[in-house]
């Protein structure tokens, strides 16, 4: 099944600022909201991103469609591993993150939105899985998990603040460091494979 396949981009699609702001919105004054309005908004667009996707790669043609969709989606994959690997070294949290100490849920809403459907790599990789699911003839509503997994990983950061109160603001900063060192590599791992089973399915 599709759907399973490509379930680890969900990690692709966090992976950067979009991880970096769920950090700092958990540990803002009015978290819970902030966190919960975080979430909604990248909900809105990652759904829209992968549902157009999925309803483009509808309508290719059958007989010649199925290899049309993998080599768009090679592409696809390709030029977000690129992204990844060119973007590696600027790492270092934007200035505007600071102000998210104090944001209010209208702008953690905002944000949420556009980084999680303006940022080149989420584009490529929502339309690479919009483009396999329909490919492999998957219903529409099989994009739902992988969105689901998206939006778990967003919620991640503020969850432990509900069972671990200041140990968890304390342990918070030192994930964040973690995640910008390293997010790319573990990135560019899940996309390698994706490529490697998208270029498999075209020789196919």
């Known amino acids: 099944m599709g759907v399973a396949k490509v379930l680890p981009l969900a990690f692709v699609m966090v992976a950067g600022p979009q991880i970096l702001s769920a ?19 990248a909900a809105l667009s990652v759904t829209a991103l992968v549902t157009v996707a999925y309803f483009l790669g509808t309508g290719a043609d059958r007989s010649g469609g199925d290899h049309t969709v993998d080599v768009i989606v090679l592409v696809l994959l390709s030029a977000a591993a690129v992204h990844v690997f060119l973007t590696r070294k600027t790492s270092k949290p934007p200035k505007w993150m600071g102000s998210l100490q104090r944001a209010t849920p209208k702008k953690a809403f905002r944000l949420g939105f556009l980084l ?23 219903p529409w509503w099989h ?3 992988f969105v689901l997994l998206t939006l778990l990983f967003l919620a991640l950061p503020s ?35 994706f490529i490697a089973l998208t270029a498999k399915s075209l020789a196919g």
């Open 159 to 193: 969850l432990p603040l509900v069972f671990m109160g200041e140990r968890a603001e304390r342990l918070l900063p030192k994930v964040r460091d973690w995640m910008n060192d390293n997010s790319w590599i573990t990135s560019e791992i899940v996309l390698a494979l």
């Open 23 to 41: 950090v700092f919105l958990a540990t803002s004054e009015n978290w819970r909201k902030n966190s919960a309005a975080f979430v909604a908004g």
């Open 143 to 145: 994009v739902l998990p």
């Open 116 to 138: 999680l459907g303006v940022f080149p790599t989420d584009i490529l990789t929502a339309f690479a899985v919009g483009g396999t699911l329909a490919r492999d003839h998957d």
